[in-house]
C-alpha cells in the first residue's frame, strides 16, 4: 500500500454528499474526561499490527482508562466518504481529500484557530481550515523533490544535485550510458505518481505565492512558467529514452524494491518516500533525496506539505479523549520523524531522510493561504478543465506523445492545455 498523501483533488463528482449528520455538538463529550474508548481510523493499513500498538500502550499508559481502538481501512477516500453520509466514521480519522473547505465544520470538530496553532504547528494557516478555524493536524509532512539511488548515481560520476532541467536531463543520460540502469521510473500504469509531480510547484519559482498566482494566469504551459518547467522535464526524460521501457506495465510496489535494489534510480516522489525506498535497500544510505533541478538566484527551494490530517468527528460521543489523542499523536508519537516526514511542530528537528535536501542548502517554503474567496481554485480549475493537477492523467498523454505512442507534439498538448485552463478559469471568474 502506498502511504503518499493523496493529493488528489477530487472531483465534483466524488464530492461528500451534503446531507451531514453532523449538527455540531455530537452528543455527550464524556463529561470533558480524557477516559473511556475511542475508534481512530488509518489508512496505514501496513502499520496497523506493528507501530501503531506500540503508540496505543504509550498513550494509555499516559491517560489510565482510555482504550484505543484502531480501524485500517485500504481504500481509505472511497469508504471513508461513503461512511460519512452516516455519524458513524470513528473519533478520530484522516480527513479525507474529498472534504471541501466548506464542509469542514459539517463533520469535524473545530482544534482552535490559526491564531491560536500557527505558532506551534506546520500546514494550519492554509490546509483542512476555514474561517479561521483549523480542524486537523497533520499527521507527517512532506518535501518535495526526488528520491534517487545514490550508489547508481555516483557510479554514472554525479555526486551533487543538478541545478538546471538541462543538467538533470544529462544525468540521466550518463546513468543509462554508464551503469545501463533505467534512469528514470515514471510509475505510469498506477497514474497517481505522475501526480507528485505537481508537488513541485512553488519550489520551481520559490514562490510562497506559486498556487494564488497559477490560479491567474490564462497559459501556465508557456515557457518560462513552472507548469511548463515542470511537464517538459518529463516530456523531454521520456523522449530522451531515460524513462521504463514499457511505462504500460509499470507497478508502484515492485518499483520501490527496484529503486532500492539499484535497478531504477530516480522517481520522482514527495519525501515520504525515502523511508519506503531505505527498506527496500540494502542499506539506507543507499537511497537520497534531492530538489528539484531548478534554482533561483543560485538557491533550491522544496515546498513543505502537511500529509493527511487528524481530525475528530463532529458526532464524537468522546471528544475529550479523541483531542487528547490528536494532540497526543502531534506532540508526542514522533511518528512523522520515524517516518522520515517534517513533524507538524515547528520546534521539531527535521528527519536524517532530508539531510541531503539540507546538504545542498535548500530552502524550506509553505505555500501561502489564498486570499478568501480563492481557496483551491488552482485545483478547481484543473479538475473543471479535467486538467486535475494532482491525479497524473494528463501527464499520462505527456508520457504517451513523449514515447510515441501518441502523435502529438509537446507543444500541441501544451497549447491544448492552454486552451481549456483559459476557457475555464473565464467560465470560473
Not at 494509555?60 to 482510555?66: D, I
Not at 506523445?401 to 481549456?420: H, S, Y
Request: aromatic share 10%; net charge neutral.
Amino acid at each position: 500500500m502506498h502511504t503518499r498523501r493523496h493529493l488528489i483533488a477530487v472531483l465534483a463528482a466524488a464530492s461528500l454528499a451534503l446531507t451531514a449528520c453532523g449538527d455540531g455538538d455530537g452528543g455527550g463529550s464524556n463529561d470533558g474526561k480524557i477516559a473511556g474508548d475511542i475508534t481512530v481510523l488509518t489508512q496505514r493499513t501496513d502499520l496497523v499490527d506493528t507501530v501503531l500498538p506500540e503508540y496505543k500502550k504509550k498513550f494509555e499508559a499516559k491517560y489510565p482508562g482510555t482504550n484505543v481502538k484502531f480501524e485500517a481501512i485500504t481504500d481509505y477516500e472511497g469508504e471513508v466518504r461513503v461512511r460519512m453520509n452516516t455519524k458513524n466514521y470513528g473519533d478520530v480519522l484522516p480527513i479525507p481529500n474529498s472534504v471541501t473547505a466548506d464542509q469542514l465544520p459539517l463533520f469535524f470538530e473545530p482544534l482552535g484557530t490559526v491564531d491560536e496553532l500557527k505558532d506551534k504547528y506546520r500546514f494550519v494557516r492554509s490546509e483542512q481550515t476555514f474561517g479561521g478555524k483549523v480542524y486537523g493536524l497533520a499527521i507527517t509532512g512532506n518535501a518535495q523533490g526526488y528520491v534517487f539511488n545514490k550508489k547508481v548515481w555516483t557510479q554514472a560520476g554525479i555526486t551533487t544535485p543538478p541545478k538546471t532541467p538541462e543538467e538533470f536531463l544529462d544525468a540521466l543520460k550518463a546513468i543509462k550510458e554508464k551503469t545501463g540502469v533505467i534512469p528514470l521510473y515514471t510509475n505510469y500504469k498506477d497514474g497517481w505518481p505522475l501526480g507528485q509531480w505537481e508537488g513541485v510547484r512553488g519550489a520551481v519559482s520559490g514562490d510562497p505565492d506559486a498556487a494564488i498566482k497559477l490560479a491567474k494566469e490564462d497559459a501556465p504551459w508557456t515557457p518560462g512558467k513552472e507548469q511548463y518547467i515542470i511537464d517538459s522535464l518529463l516530456y523531454d526524460a521520456v523522449k530522451g529514452g531515460y524513462s521504463e521501457p514499457d511505462p504500460t506495465t509499470t507497478n508502484w510496489e515492485q518499483s520501490k524494491g527496484l529503486l532500492g535494489t539499484g535497478k531504477i534510480a530516480t522517481m520522482m516522489l514527495g519525501s515520504w518516500s525515502v523511508v519506503q525506498m531505505q527498506a527496500a535497500a540494502a542499506s539506507k544510505d543507499d537511497i537520497g533525496y534531492w530538489p528539484f533541478p531548478s534554482q533561483v538566484n543560485g538557491k533550491f527551494y522544496t515546498v513543505v506539505g502537511g500529509d493527511y490530517k487528524n481530525g475528530i468527528n463532529v458526532n464524537s460521543k468522546n471528544k475529550a479523549t479523541a483531542r487528547a489523542w490528536v494532540d497526543w499523536f502531534a506532540n508526542e508519537s514522533n511518528y512523522a520523524t520515524d517516518q522520515g516526514g517534517v513533524s507538524p511542530v515547528i520546534s521539531a528537528q527535521l528527519p536524517a531522510s532530508l539531510a541531503d535536501l539540507q546538504a545542498a542548502k535548500t530552502e524550506f517554503i509553505e505555500l501561502n493561504p489564498a486570499p478568501k474567496g480563492e481557496e483551491g481554485l488552482a485545483d478547481k480549475i484543473g479538475n473543471t478543465a479535467e486538467i486535475a493537477l494532482f491525479d497524473g492523467k494528463y501527464r499520462q498523454r505527456i508520457v504517451d506523445a513523449a514515447r510515441g505512442a501518441k502523435k502529438e507534439t509537446k507543444e500541441q498538448i501544451f497549447a491544448d492545455l492552454n486552451k481549456k485552463w483559459a476557457d475555464t478559469r473565464a467560465k470560473l471568474k
